[in-house]
């Protein structure tokens, strides 16, 4: 069965600390991998999303990373801040289908000052 | 722009009744799509369109219409709400370019009684 697992399930770190969110996906095949951040009460908004071919992208203090082989991916927050207290939710296509994602369950961060 | 925008904000039902959660983009995009979210659960897929006219179901659509009325407007029906439909709803849209993410509104959150 096609499965989008997130770890852990929720976190909190201080203000200033780095962080890393964990994404391993059973999904078969494999065209692509999103994460979102969705903050409270709001609608997830996209942060980055990797293809097969790459291993590393970034969208300012956020870095996801992709291992295709082991299936895993992870998202770096560095420096983090208040604002990134939220919810990030790795998502995948269901067999390639872009019109049928999997959602993780998410990993709920808290930024305490 | 606006981006996504849904009405209601929030809305409380008794089972049985029928109201219809409307949802506009002004992208121009030709994807949209209709999810629902519930506590330790990810974002499921109710109904999507790929371009106007068209409407496929998605991964719950049992219960639920839709109606793409034009390319910015993609409304969603519940006929005879139950209980089993109170959860937060999200519109989305989704542009045609390879690599894109979607875009979501701020939800609707609807409690059947």
């Known amino acids: 069965k096609n499965q989008v697992e997130q770890s852990p399930q929720s976190l909190i770190i201080l203000e200033g600390k780095n962080c890393t969110l964990q994404?391993?996906?059973?999904?078969?095949?494999?065209?692509?991998l999103r994460w979102y951040k969705q903050d409270t009460g709001r609608g997830p908004v996209s942060l980055t999303i990797?293809?097969?071919s790459e291993n590393t992208k970034s969208n300012g203090r956020y870095t996801a990373t992709l291992d295709a082989d082991t299936k895993q991916s992870s998202l770096h927050i560095t420096a983090s801040q208040l604002s990134d207290s939220a919810s990030y939710i790795c998502?995948?296509?269901?067999?390639?289908?872009?019109?049928?994602?999997?959602w993780g369950l998410g990993t709920s961060l808290a930024v305490n000052p | 722009n606006a981006g996504v925008t849904q009405t209601p904000k929030f809305q409380v039902l008794k089972t049985g009744q029928s109201m219809t959660l409307q949802c506009a983009q002004d992208?121009?995009?030709?994807?949209m799509y209709w999810y629902r979210q519930d506590p330790g659960m990810g974002l499921r897929l109710i109904y999507y369109?790929?371009?106007?006219?068209?409407?496929d179901k998605g991964e719950v659509p049992n219960g639920y219409n839709v109606s793409r009325l034009n390319k910015r407007e993609f409304s969603l029906r519940l006929e005879s709400a139950a209980p089993s439909q109170t959860s937060v709803y999200f519109c989305?849209?989704?542009?045609?370019?390879?690599?894109?993410?979607?875009?979501f509104g701020p939800g609707t959150r609807l409690t059947v009684l």
């Open positions: 989305a849209s989704r542009p045609g370019l390879a690599g894109s993410g979607q875009y």
């Open positions: 990797m293809t097969f």
């Open positions: 994404c391993n996906y059973t999904v078969s095949p494999f065209s692509n």
């Open positions: 992208m121009n995009h030709n994807s």
């Open positions: 998502v995948v296509p269901n067999a390639g289908n872009n019109r049928k994602l999997i």
């Open positions: 369109s790929a371009s106007e006219g068209t409407t």
